[in-house]
Nanobody, 126 residues
């Protein structure tokens, strides 16, 4: 079992940047495929980005491609999401998620993931 704790959310103006962190418990971080999802008010939770256990493979939602970067640091048991050129439509609660085992083709589905953080609010003002 792994526990996930997000941090780094906040209020930023459009065009600005934020960096989110997802700290994990335990010594098994390298066993998990990790992802970021977000949920805006009145909308379903949606996929943002995923990173493989080794960090060698990443995928992004089209809406954030070229602006967001997902990464992980095994020494710190932490995953990151660097968000640049933020837009008001990026406003949402951002969640980190973990899936035990290898990267799979349905990485964009939240049902794939076994563990979730509590979420961190990101608000982008226009």
């Amino acid at each position: 079992q792994v526990q996930l704790v997000e941090s780094g959310g906040g209020l930023v103006q459009a065009g600005g940047s934020l960096s989110l962190s997802c700290a994990t418990s335990g010594r098994t971080f390298s066993l998990y495929t990790m992802g970021w999802f977000r949920q805006a008010p009145g909308k379903e939770r949606e996929f943002v980005a995923v990173i493989s256990r080794s960090g060698g493979t990443t995928y992004y939602a089209d809406s954030v491609k070229g602006r967001f970067t997902i990464s992980r640091d095994s020494a710190k048991n932490t995953m990151y999401l660097q968000m640049n050129s933020l837009k008001p439509e990026d406003t949402a609660v951002y969640y980190c998620a973990a899936k035990m085992g290898l990267f799979s083709g349905n990485y964009y589905s939240d049902s794939t993931y076994n563990y979730w953080g509590q979420g961190t609010q990101v608000t982008v003002s226009s």
